[in-house]
T-cell receptor, first 110, second 114 residues
Framework: GQSLEQPSEVTAVEGAIVQINCTYQTSGFYGLSWYQQHDGGAPTFLSYNGLDGLEETGRFSSFLSRSDSYGYLLLQELQMKDSASYFCAVDAGGYQKVTFGTGTKLQVIP | DGGITQSPKYLFRKEGQNVTLSCEQNLNHDAMYWYRQDPGQGLRLIYYSQIVNDFQKGDIAEGYSVSREKKESFPLTVTSAQKNPTAFYLC?????????????FGSGTRLTVV
């Protein structure tokens, strides 16, 4: 089976940088995705890492180390609107094998 | 604009009732999924469908049923056999298998048993 671990809550100051970690154990691995979800809303796709290294999209970056079964989402220049839950998701191959973590609730404070 | 429409936004079910949640997409995506989200838990897969007239059980399919008669539509029925149906239900679609291109989610249906 698959299991993912990420911190349940993180608090950071507006304008700062925050890193949300995700470690995983899977029987197969194709890639790691990140999603953002505001309270009561729909998750939105942020990024996908299929290979080791850093992927940058504006203020958000995502990193993957396949040898360490580890990835992280880096948010820079934090804004109040970044307060949301962030989920990592492992793609272990096939339609049914995208497994989501339990989410990290990020609170951005002034 | 393309997207996924879920309805209703809120739904109340009496004990012993079946209810159906609607999910429609105009993204021309082949794959569609139903997830359940409970507080403090991740998204758990109920059912998924790769093509019309084909669907497969996910991790928590008991007490649920689906159909895929049209590419655009993937309704979920919560039956009376589902003992704890109160949850937030999310429908998603993807252009092809796997997570590479990401899932597009609908805005969800919040189901409450009364």
């Amino acid at each position: 089976g698959q299991s993912l671990e990420q911190p349940s809550e993180v608090t950071a100051v507006e304008g700062a940088i925050v890193q949300i970690n995700c470690t995983y154990q899977t029987s197969g691995f194709y890639g790691l995705s990140w999603y953002q979800q505001h309270d009561g809303g729909a998750p939105t796709f942020l990024s996908y890492n299929g290979l080791d290294g850093l992927e940058e999209t504006g203020r958000f970056s995502s990193f993957l180390s396949r040898s360490d079964s580890y990835g992280y989402l880096l948010l820079q220049e934090l804004q109040m609107k970044d307060s949301a839950s962030y989920f990592c998701a492992v793609d272990a191959g096939g339609y049914q094998k995208v497994t989501f973590g339990t989410g990290t609730k990020l609170q951005v404070i002034p | 604009d393309g997207g996924i429409t879920q309805s209703p936004k809120y739904l109340f079910r009496k004990e012993g009732q079946n209810v159906t949640l609607s999910c429609e997409q105009n993204l021309n995506h082949d794959a569609m999924y139903w997830y359940r989200q409970d507080p403090g838990q991740g998204l758990r897969l109920i059912y998924y469908s790769q093509i019309v007239n084909d669907f497969q059980k996910g991790d928590i399919a008991e007490g649920y049923s689906v159909s895929r008669e049209k590419k655009e539509s993937f309704p979920l029925t919560v039956t009376s056999a589902q003992k704890n149906p109160t949850a937030f239900y999310l429908c998603a679609s993807s252009i092809r298998q796997g997570g590479t291109y990401g899932y597009t989610f609908g805005s969800g249906t919040r189901l409450t048993v009364v």
